[in-house]
Each structure stands twice: as structure tokens, then as C-alpha cells.
């Protein structure tokens, strides 16, 4: 009997295969005592050879699909089965205490692990986080119990988690994944936001999804409804699969007006570029004919690792970014990391409310040894194309002026140097958090321009987590609220002759597409895989129209008031 779950829809497109759970694994045991010694060794010595072939497996198709950096994190792992310091303690404690082999792994585990996380040294609490993650594995072995391993998977599957980490995202390997299902999480949450750039059909927010799908049952994802069925009906596949047809050649269709220009039908311009996270996501920039980049999520490259990046490591990717789009806009937001976006090697502090914590601009201006050298590969990498920077988060107009002192003071060491910079940066701000929005005039005068980062501003605005399924209705991007918000800003920029684009996701957004242009957004910045549709979108729509139509959605009470709204523009 087939099962029907309804979620959230998080990125276009339907896919169809075997369910890949990827889900925490029971690890639990009895600890009891045990007769054959002997035997309980060689047990625990088979479970570490069987761990060395695993993770040798794990850590050669690293090193080919992501990296040999990120490969070096394997060749830790391994090291530390290798430690005779490590593993005879537990033979012993077996064969001394007759304690079975995952409780002596458990304990002396233990112990290294206190030891290692209560050092003040950052080389130290790294080794505790290695010890754990391979004591996982070995546990896993002695209960035969098999662990999920998203970067092994060579063959389709739809990815089925409770969540999706960004950095479990940047890992999926696109020839195989072919969609993926999580109990939480909306359509702004990274992982959405990642799947909608690798365009892989994805659907979060189900609330139940780990509990209704086995290993390898079959199930469909419909991204473009928020529809999954597990254990479809052989009708229901040939329906879904047509659909998927009809999918991709409307994505072909699409293609035509790849290097056409994006205007209205009474001929004004609007300015179309791409959201892209690392220099792999740019291929999509160039297949979807954006016209620049309007936000590179620098945070990326700081995940999936165990240190910083250094200056160079960054000055390349960013001179990849800037040199590959030509001169075209490039908009770099300087790290954001925090809220759902952690890095384990920074030791963030655990916060009640870390949306609303240390994070993104706050955290760099706290820790200038971090800022500053992303800030030096950036105007680095400037000269190679047209570079603008901005600064994530932003609450208040003083954080912009340390932020950009910095940025300054960090120029002129450059050039002191002898190191080339361009002239032509332009440095502005994310407009995300309200209090900056109802400041829009007074930032104004100082920014060179705005990008609204609507992801956040909806959520600081109605008071609703991006993150929660729960509250997900008054997560509400068409609420007169943050139309007003959003026409302020623009009112505010455009008064300066400075410009306002949006990088949230509501720029991408059909609905609000004709809300924006009436109100006069000059740039729209959205997943690559977008851009195509929102162009056709424009094409057919009259500036003046949409003039008044913005006009009326402002005198709007309701959401849902202005949704018909706009079905009677589009009429
Ligand atoms: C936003 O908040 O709208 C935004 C673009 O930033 P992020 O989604 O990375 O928080
Ligand atoms: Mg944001």
C-alpha cells in the first residue's frame, strides 16, 4: 500500500528511487561480563580490521570526489587505530576485567576523549572529536550494526534524514542522489537552499519521513508540490516519471532564453544574478545565463574541514569566482557563520537562541584574526574582475563602520605591500535584521548598496524560526509587513542614487517576482536553477502594471490578500 506524506517543497523536480536512510544508529549494549577472553579479543581486533578497510575505502573516495584535504581527515582516523596506545589498554581491560570488547572501548575511549576535550589547545580537542567519530565506527562493527555513509553511495537512491546539515549536503555526490526527504527544516534552511543550487528535488518539513520509509523502499519525491510517496503503485510511477519528463523539457525550453536580456514587456531591465556557495556551484551560473553574482555564501569554504582556510586558500577561490564570471558582479558576503551554520573546529559557544546569537558580522568583529584575512584574499582577488563586498547581519550602522575600517585599514596594508587592489569595489550590507531596514535612510548615506536578505529579515520580522515546520505559516515572504520593509529600503537606496538588490529567497519567488519589480528592486539574486524561469516570468509582465499592482499589495492586510492580488495581475 502505497504511503503519502506531505512536506514542505524545498527545490524543483521529482525524483524516483530506493530510500537511503540516513539516520543515527542504535549503539546500544549490555556491558556484560564475558567467559572466552580470547575470543572477545580477537572480536575486537576483527572489528578494527574491518574499521581500517571501511575507512581506507571512505578515505580514497574522498580524496577522488572532494579533495585531498578533505581526505586528510580520514588519514587522522586511521592513525588513530593504529595506536597501540589506544587499542592495548582495551585489550588488556578485556582480558584483565573480562568487561566485553564495546564496553572496554567505551571506557578507555572515554578517557582519552575527557582528557583530549579538557586541554586548552585546539590540535587536542580535534584528536578527542577523531577518537570519537572512530570509536563509532568500531562499536558499529562489534554490533554489526551498519553506519550510513552519504560519500559511499554508488548507486540512486532519495537520501531520507531527520535533517541535513549543510556540510552532509555539500558532501551528496549529485550522479547519485537523486532527491532527498527530512522530517525538518523549510524552504530557507541551508540544506534547501544547497539542493536548490545543486538542483536536486527535495522536500523537508515532513515531520515523520524516518519513521515511515525502510532501507531501500522505493519512494517518489515531488519538489515542485512537497509530495512524497513511499511504496508507490506501478501507476503512479508512470505518472511521476512523465511528470519528470514534462520537467525536464520545460527546463530545455528554458534554455532558449538563456542569453536573452531580462525585460519587461513595456522595456525596463531587470537585473537577474545567481546565489552560489562555492566556486563548483558556478557551472550553473553560466548554464542559467544569470547576469552576475549577487551573493557568494563565503561560509562554505570554511565547512567540511578541520582548520581555517588560509589567506591563499581563499584569494584562489575567490580569483576563480571574480575571473570566471567576467567581469561581470561579483557580491561576496564575508562569513556567516552561526545559527544553523556551525563549524565544529571554531568551538562556538552553545547558545539558547544561536539565531539571534554570536554570529556572522558580530563574531568577526570579535575575532579580527579571522576577519582580516578573508578580508586581504578578497581585495587580493579584486583585480580580477568587478568585486563588491558585503557584510552579513548587520544590526547596526557603528557595525558597518568597524567593519568597513577594517576592510580600509586592510587595503591600505596591501597597497603598502606593493599589492594590486582594485578601485572599484563597492562595500555594502545585507538587510536582514529589521532594525537596519527601518534605518534604511540613515545606512543609506553610507553603504554603497543594499542586498535584502529576506531569509532572515521574514524570520526576525514575524518572529518565526526559518528552521521550524511548525511555525512555517507565519513564516509569511508576501505579509504587507515585509513588502513595507522591503519598499522602505529600496525608497531609501534609490534616494542616495544608490541600489538595492535581494539575495533571500523570495526574489526567486513567483509570487513575489511582479511585487518586486513594481516596487522597484534593481537586482534579483536567486538559486542559478531559477533564474530561467524568472525571466520568462518578467518577460511577460508590464512594469507600469506591476507599478500599481506593488501599490495596492502594500494596503494589503493579509497574506493571503495579497496573494489573489497578484493572481489578478496575472490574469
Ligand atoms: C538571507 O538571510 O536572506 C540570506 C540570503 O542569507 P542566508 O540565507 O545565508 O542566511
Ligand atoms: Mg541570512
Known amino acids: 500500500m502505497p504511503n503519502y506524506i506531505k512536506g514542505i517543497a524545498a527545490s524543483d523536480g521529482v525524483a524516483i528511487a530506493r530510500a537511503y536512510l540516513l539516520v543515527e544508529p542504535d549503539l546500544s549494549f549490555d556491558n556484560n561480563k564475558v567467559s572466552d577472553v580470547n575470543a572477545e579479543v580477537e572480536k575486537f581486533q576483527n572489528a578494527i580490521n574491518t574499521s581500517k578497510i571501511e575507512l581506507t575505502k571512505i578515505r580514497n573516495n574522498a580524496e577522488q570526489n572532494l579533495g585531498a584535504d578533505k581526505a586528510a581527515i580520514f588519514d587522522a582516523h586511521l592513525l588513530v587505530l593504529d595506536d597501540p596506545e589506544l587499542i592495548q589498554p582495551i585489550e588488556e581491560k578485556i582480558n584483565n576485567e573480562q568487561v566485553n570488547a564495546p564496553t572496554a572501548l567505551t571506557e578507555v575511549t572515554d578517557q582519552f576523549i575527557t582528557i583530549f576535550d579538557s586541554m586548552d589547545n585546539e590540535y587536542m580537542k580535534e584528536r578527542a572529536a577523531d577518537i570519537r567519530d572512530v570509536r563509532k565506527r568500531v562499536l558499529a562493527n562489534l554490533l554489526g550494526v551498519e553506519l550510513p555513509n552519504p560519500s559511499m553511495i554508488d548507486e540512486s537512491v532519495v537520501i531520507i534524514g531527520n535533517d541535513l546539515t549543510p556540510s552532509d549536503t555539500a558532501q551528496l555526490n549529485k550522479e547519485f542522489v537523486q532527491g532527498f526527504v527530512t522530517n525538518i527544516g523549510g524552504r ?14 527535495a522536500v523537508v518539513g515532513s515531520k515523520t519521513i524516518t519513521d515511515e520509509v525502510n532501507q531501500g523502499d522505493m519512494v517518489i519525491v515531488d519538489g515542485l508540490t512537497g509530495e512524497v510517496i513511499v511504496d508507490p503503485t506501478s ?13 525536464f523539457e520545460d527546463k530545455k525550453e528554458l534554455q532558449k532564453l538563456r542569453d536573452e536580456e531580462t525585460v519587461t514587456v513595456d522595456g525596463v531591465h531587470a537585473e537577474l544574478a545567481a546565489n552560489i556557495g562555492t566556486p563548483n556551484d558556478l557551472s550553473g551560473v553560466i548554464e542559467n545565463g544569470a547576469e552576475g553574482i549577487g551573493l557568494y555564501r563565503t561560509e562554505f569554504l570554511y565547512m ?18 571574480i575571473q570566471s564570471m567576467d567581469g561581470k558582479r561579483v557580491v561576496v558576503r564575508t562569513l556567516d557563520i552561526g545559527g544553523d551554520k556551525e563549524l565544529p573546529y571554531l568551538d562556538l559557544p552553545d547558545e539558547m537562541n544561536p ?3 554570536y554570529r556572522a558580522i558580530r563574531l568577526c568583529l570579535d575575532q579580527p584574526e579571522i576577519f582580516r584575512p578573508q578580508l586581504r584574499a578578497l581585495l587580493r582577488a579584486s583585480v580580477y574582475g568587478k568585486l563588491n563586498i558585503m557584510f552579513p547581519m548587520v544590526a547596526t550602522i557603528q557595525e558597518f563602520r568597524d567593519a568597513k575600517a577594517i576592510l580600509l585599514e586592510e587595503k591600505e596594508n596591501l597597497t603598502n605591500e606593493g599589492v594590486d587592489v582594485s578601485d572599484d569595489i563597492e562595500i555594502g550590507i545585507m538587510v536582514e535584521i529589521p532594525s537596519t531596514a527601518a534605518l534604511a535612510d540613515v545606512f543609506a548615506k553610507e553603504v554603497d548598496f543594499f542586498s535584502i536578505g529576506t531569509n532572515d529579515l521574514i524570520q526576525y520580522t514575524m518572529a518565526a524560526d526559518r528552521m521550524s515546520e511548525r511555525v512555517s505559516y507565519l513564516y509569511q515572504p508576501y505579509n504587507p509587513a515585509i513588502l513595507r520593509l522591503v519598499k522602505q529600503v529600496i525608497e531609501a537606496s534609490h534616494k542616495e542614487n544608490k541600489w538595492t538588490g535581494m539575495c533571500g529567497e523570495m526574489a526567486g519567488d513567483e509570487t513575489a517576482i511582479p511585487i518586486l519589480l513594481g516596487l522597484g528592486l534593481d537586482e534579483f539574486s536567486m538559486s542559478a536553477s531559477s533564474v530561467l524561469k524568472a525571466r520568462r516570468q518578467i518577460k511577460g509582465l508590464s512594469k507600469n502594471e506591476m507599478n500599481e499592482l506593488a501599490e495596492r499589495a502594500i494596503d494589503c492586510a493579509t497574506t493571503e490578500e495579497v496573494e489573489a492580488l497578484v493572481r489578478e495581475y496575472s490574469k
Open 355 to 357: 539565531f539571534l546569537g
Open 304 to 321: 567540511g574541514r578541520d582548520q581555517l582556510p588560509t589567506e591563499d586558500e581563499q584569494f584562489e577561490a575567490y580569483k576563480e569566482v
Open 188 to 201: 530557507t534552511s541551508h540544506s534547501a537552499i544547497m539542493s536548490r543550487s545543486l538542483e536536486i528535488p
Open 235 to 247: 501507476d503512479e510511477v508512470i505518472a511521476y516519471e512523465n511528470k519528470r519528463e514534462r520537467f
